[in-house]
């Protein structure tokens, strides 16, 4: 039986208290600590979708709500807070990041056996501290055996340093496996319980100094191997997913984004994010966990019931994927006005334009115009007169095409 005391130890790293505060039965009298950083814990998927949530500062708070979590924060933040009404938790942001504890993958599928991820790990040089089963995969989670702490002496480039080990680590167990590539990096995570934990060891952590050797010895590999397999690549795998392009994750990760006018802003970026997600065959259910705690992180959220909107608009189908003008503008406008579409996307294929509606274009695709026609028929000829005599030109002036 796995002790619930140690995997809490071992992931969080010094990062909370030993002790409650307040109300501990376990403080020994006279006992001092000092304060530290917070995580936040969801009892529930619905909660975590409006951020209705619990802050915890110490361990003994996290053993008190064994099982009775369902997701939580693995990384530590400065602090928390909660909104005066409604139950809501504000502060899992990644501005307000104090420790990076460790990297989470999750695996979409169950198709395959989780001793198929020790075996990945085997070959990386690099086994997984735990792994987690969920409704409808695993997750994995590599732990750092000393946290990447997050200071103003760094300028707070250790958080920049830990996304890009963090996207090769996920493209080295996508090589195998259905990888959520959209995963927030240091985000929400499902939460190891007495049920759920198939593999822990404790021994499995290594440092950030060598998880950076590992993903510089593998970005070079992969630059080498994408220049020399480039088009056998493609032709195996089809077009990429959008979510699978360097602009997503950077876009996924902004929070500085508002709504202003003349620009594209916070609607412009969740409908953008919302088509990649859908484009890349994403079920609807993964794009709303996103979404959600995208619309948390920014400076100026906006309303539940508009994200949900901008959701069911992208997963209409009247459109097929998100447009590359409008991604290079919102990457221009709030990542970084000098990206160029090469930093932005690793291919020039499979782009779509926006899908308007039928009857909101003049002329028609060559699919659509047997319909067409026949409903133009429907409309100029009659049971008296089912004959229609007219030039090609008096039809194309009346726009049936």
Not at 97 to 103: A, D, S, V, Y
Not at 197 to 212: G, I, K, N, T
């Amino acid at each position: 039986m796995v002790n619930m005391n140690v995997v809490y130890k071992t992931i969080l790293g010094s990062g909370l208290r030993e002790f409650k505060y307040l109300n501990s039965h376990l403080k020994p009298v006279g006992h001092k600590e000092k304060m530290k950083g917070s995580i936040f814990g969801f009892r529930e998927k619905e909660a975590l979708k409006v951020g209705r949530g619990v802050i915890l500062t110490s361990i003994e708070a996290m053993n008190d709500n064994t099982d009775n979590f369902t997701h939580w924060t693995p990384n530590v933040y400065r602090y928390g807070k909660k909104r005066e009404f409604g139950g809501i938790v504000e502060g899992y942001s990644e501005k307000n990041l104090r420790q990076i504890n460790t990297f989470v993958i999750g695996i979409d599928s169950k198709s395959v056996n989780w001793s198929e991820v020790l075996l990945l790990g085997l070959d990386m040089g690099f086994m997984p501290t735990m792994v987690l089963e969920t409704p409808k995969g695993y997750q994995i989670y590599h732990v750092l055996s000393r946290p990447a702490f997050v200071t103003s002496k760094t300028n707070y480039k250790v958080v920049d340093v830990a996304k890009k080990i963090s996207r090769n680590l996920k493209k080295a167990y996508a090589s195998k496996f259905n990888v959520d590539m959209g995963c927030n990096d240091f985000g929400i995570a499902r939460v190891p319980r007495k049920d759920n934990v198939l593999f822990f060891d404790q021994d499995y952590r290594y440092s950030f100094d060598e998880w950076l050797n590992w993903s510089l010895k593998r970005s070079d590999s992969l630059l080498e191997e994408n220049k020399e397999h480039e088009m056998r690549l493609i032709r195996k795998h089809g077009r990429l997913r959008q979510i699978d392009e360097p602009w997503f994750d950077m876009l996924l990760h902004r929070g500085r984004i508002r709504g202003q006018k003349g620009v594209l802003g916070r609607n412009n970026a969740i409908l953008t994010l919302a088509l990649a997600f859908f484009s890349s065959g994403k079920e609807k259910e993964n794009c709303e966990f996103n979404l959600y705690q995208f619309n948390g992180r920014l400076s100026q959220p906006l309303r539940e019931v508009e994200v949900q909107r901008i959701i069911d608009s992208a997963y209409s189908g009247k459109y097929k994927a998100a447009q590359r003008a409008y991604i290079t503008q919102l990457m221009q406008t709030w990542v970084d006005p000098s990206l160029t579409e090469a930093e932005l996307f690793t291919s020039k294929s499979s782009w779509y334009k926006f899908a308007r509606p039928r009857e909101e274009r003049r002329n028609s695709h060559f699919k659509e115009r047997e319909d067409d026609l026949l409903a133009y028929l429907r409309k100029k000829c009659t049971v008296d007169k089912p004959y229609l005599t007219c030039t090609s030109k008096e039809m194309a002036e009346q726009h049936w095409y």
